[in-house]
């Protein structure tokens, strides 16, 4: 079974500062990884996702995301955060291997709200 | 525009009765899904399809129904036996390779009265 963390419900950070919105994943294969934002009473867009490669990732509106193999992790970054970037924040991941049919499998989300 | 038009945004259904929710996309995709949205919990997978004509169980599919006759166009039906119906509906579809993201449409809200 593949399955998805992300153990903050909640991220506050104030405009201009770094944020991190943490990810953490369990697949019995190789991952393959992404990040989704979604805004109030609207559909998920997709940010960012990581397949094999480099570990660090960007994506759309300057978000770039960490994959570490060791920690089964893939964090979601921004150097400096815009009041326009809180929304909902989720992660998710497919078993790159095995019959899981290509299953994508999202984690509970993070709110992140950036103050002024 | 390609995309995926999720059908009506706002549903009302009154107790014991069955509604369908529309999904179509016009991004070629074979791969269809349906998902549940609930406060705190994330997104939960209802059904899926890889191909035409053919669907599998989600994590949560008692109570739901869906059919894929046509590539584009993936319905989902909220029988009377689905005891807790009220949620925002998420469809999404993609290409059938594992490395590629999916799509989702605008959702739909569905609240019993």
């Known amino acids: 079974a593949q399955s998805v963390a992300q153990p903050e419900d909640q991220v506050n950070v104030a405009e201009g500062n770094p944020l991190t919105v943490k990810c953490t994943y369990s697949?019995?294969?190789?991952?393959?990884l992404f990040w989704y934002v979604q805004y109030p009473n609207r559909g998920l867009q997709f940010l960012l996702k990581?397949?094999?490669?480099?570990?660090l990732v960007k994506g759309s509106y300057g978000f770039e995301a960490e994959f570490n193999k060791s920690q089964t992790s893939f964090h979601l970054k921004k150097p400096s955060a815009l009041v326009s970037d809180s929304a909902l924040y989720f992660c998710?991941?497919?078993?790159?291997?095995?019959?899981?049919?290509?299953?994508?499998?999202f984690g509970q989300g993070t709110i992140l709200t950036v103050h002024p | 525009d390609g995309g995926i038009t999720q059908s009506p945004k706002y549903l009302f259904r009154k107790e014991g009765q069955n509604v369908t929710l529309s999904c179509e996309q016009n991004?070629?995709?074979?791969?269809m899904y349906w998902y549940r949205q609930d406060p705190g919990q994330g997104l939960r997978l209802i059904y899926y399809?890889?191909?035409?004509?053919?669907?599998q169980k989600g994590d949560i599919a008692e109570g739901y129904s869906v059919s894929r006759e046509k590539k584009e166009s993936f319905p989902l039906t909220v029988t009377s036996a689905q005891k807790n119906p009220t949620a925002f509906y998420l469809c999404?579809?993609?290409?059938?390779?594992?490395?590629?993201?999916?799509?989702f449409g605008q959702g739909t809200r569905l609240t019993v009265v």
């Open positions: 999404a579809s993609s290409a059938v390779q594992k490395n590629t993201e999916a799509f």
């Open positions: 991004l070629n995709h074979d791969a």
């Open positions: 697949v019995s294969g190789n991952p393959y």
């Open positions: 998710a991941v497919r078993d790159a291997g095995g019959t899981s049919y290509g299953k994508l499998t």
């Open positions: 990581y397949i094999t490669g480099d570990n």
């Open positions: 399809s890889q191909i035409v004509n053919d669907f």
